[in-house]
């Protein structure tokens, strides 16, 4: 069983915290706020009030070692900095850290944490892009200029197959599903001879630049 830590037991803390202990792995959730621990205590392995920058507290917690772990201290800068120190020390080897700052997120990468999360501007490009482009249901950042996002299928596309339309080749996307409103179906591997319908939406992968012309087809 994969064991994870999460300091900082606020809405995105407490809702990582309670997503991987509902996938079945052990969580260790620790927070200065004794109401936030109390909150989430039924819902993980183990939740303590502590320092969650500490060593010795982490430890005696059973950090040493995890899998992974979450840091949420807000925009404390200081917080997230000791904290991934002593998860460091503690032999964590990935961590992830959620920011609240373009600042914020350059100090975390420069100390090299595995990865930064910035929740509220990632929400305001999904929302931006999805309002933008007429053609976009749902649209999920996956790096630095590189997303997925479900689309209706344009006017042009439907009748036609993905065998037929090249769309890797004519315009730099891959289709990583289909998903067929009507029957509710989604299939991870599309036939590439079956006519795409107007009640079918695409899941597909690409740079930002692309996705954003794409959306925009008629």
């Known amino acids: 069983m994969k064991r994870y830590v999460v300091i900082g037991l606020g809405n995105f803390g407490a809702s990582v915290a309670e997503a991987l202990s509902a996938n079945g792995a052990e969580v260790i959730a620790v927070d200065l706020d004794g109401d936030a621990v109390d909150r989430i205590a039924s819902n993980v392995t183990k939740a303590a009030m502590g320092n969650g920058t500490d060593i010795a507290t982490l430890e005696r917690l059973g950090a040493e070692g995890a ?49 930064t ?55 730099e996307i891959t289709v990583v599903a289909l998903h067929d409103i009507l029957q509710d179906t989604i299939s991870s591997t599309p036939d590439p001879d079956a006519k795409l319908k107007d009640s079918d939406t695409l899941l597909i992968a690409g740079s930002d630049e692309t996705l954003a012309r794409v959306a925009e087809l008629p």
């Not at 020390?89 to 373009?102: C, G, I, M």
């Not at 501007?121 to 999920?140: F, Q």
């Not at 790096?143 to 006017?155: D, K, L, Y």
């Open 67 to 115: 899998d992974a772990a979450v840091i949420s201290t807000g925009d404390d800068i200081t917080a997230s900095i000791l904290a991934t120190m002593s998860l460091r020390d503690l032999h964590v080897a990935d961590v992830y850290v959620k920011v609240n700052s373009r600042d914020h997120a350059r100090v975390m990468d420069r100390i090299g944490v595995t990865e």
């Open 117 to 171: 999360v910035f929740p509220e501007r990632e929400s305001a490009i999904s929302l931006g892009t999805r309002m933008g482009g007429k053609a976009v249901l749902n649209h999920v950042r996956l790096g630095n200029e590189f997303s997925i996002q479900e689309m209706a299928v344009p006017g042009a596309w439907q009748g036609h197959t993905l065998r037929e339309l090249a769309l890797r080749q004519k315009y």
